[in-house]
């Protein structure tokens, strides 16, 4: 099997004092990287900070003979976000992958989710995202290669009490598609990883989570841990990953391809005269998954829709 190093190469990993962040930092490092590991240390909810945890895992790689150095940045402000990457720039000389992996989560649905509980989830996951990146973007357009991995979630398929949750890891898709995009034929790859594994958001108070539990899919055992999803989070940072703007699923021993398709539809004779009742009497027809399309860019996927005009 070809050895997949980084040696050579500087990572920035966000929320990486915990769980899935640190297991993502632990084996950049071990396979040769150098490691910013950053983390606020706040809680599961998003509340506080604690030092911590980014200096126990930087510790940990030092000690185990990998480089890294701590960073305590809020990366849900702008400030905060450039800051790891100044960092990696400023100590290690350069900056070649940034994870996204900060995360919070406060459960809950309507009526009860407020307007700061939805603000608090963009800011992490969709502000901390789009910090980061453009921190570490002019410096990859310099150096012609770069690769970022935003954090999605199965979460956008919902839950009763996830609503902001939701809506922020689904936007991070649209995201990473727009940056794929802008990177045009620059070596810079920017993919999403969605993970499957036990941690403290994965064990937070939530009515479907508790509903996973009560089933046997909530954990307790090796088959949920974050160290099975690095192996995705790794391919995907390194120099050989050709893909861009794509959804990858990891954890509990299984890896998936995630995609967005659109259905053929339904065609009627004359456009012009359709009405309410032509839908509804066709919506079958409209929703048939059996022949799809997979777009790659707004564009293609516009040809693709009016290619009958």
Sequence with gaps: MTAYRFDGRVAVVTGAGRGIGRAYALLLAEL??????????GT????????GPARRVADEINASGGTAIADTSDVSTAEGGRRPVELAVETFGRVDIVVNNAGNVRFAG????DEDIFDSHLGVHVRGAFHTSRAAWPHMLKQDHGRIVLTGSI??????DNLSYATAKAAVIGMARSMAASAGEHDIKVNVIAPNAMTRMAG????GMDSLREQGHGGGDDAM????????????????????????????????HLFIGVTEGYLPAD????GVGDVAENLGR????????????????????MAHR
């Design 110 to 113: 309507l009526p009860e989710v």
């Design 32 to 41: 040769g990287a150098k490691v910013v590991v950053n983390d606020l240390g």
């Design 155 to 160: 979460g956008m398929f919902g839950l009763p």
């Design 286 to 305: 409209i929703k048939d998954s059996g022949d799809y399309y997979v777009p790659t860019s707004l564009m293609e996927c516009v040809s693709h829709y």
């Design 204 to 207: 937070g108070p939530s009515e």
């Design 225 to 256: 841990d974050p160290a099975l999803v690095a192996p995705m989070v790794a391919y995907l940072a390194h120099e050989a990953c050709a893909v861009s703007g794509e959804v990858f699923l990891a954890g509990a021993g299984r890896f998936a």
């Design 44 to 51: 599961m909810e998003g509340f506080g900070a604690d030092p």
């Design 271 to 274: 456009p012009r005269q359709v």
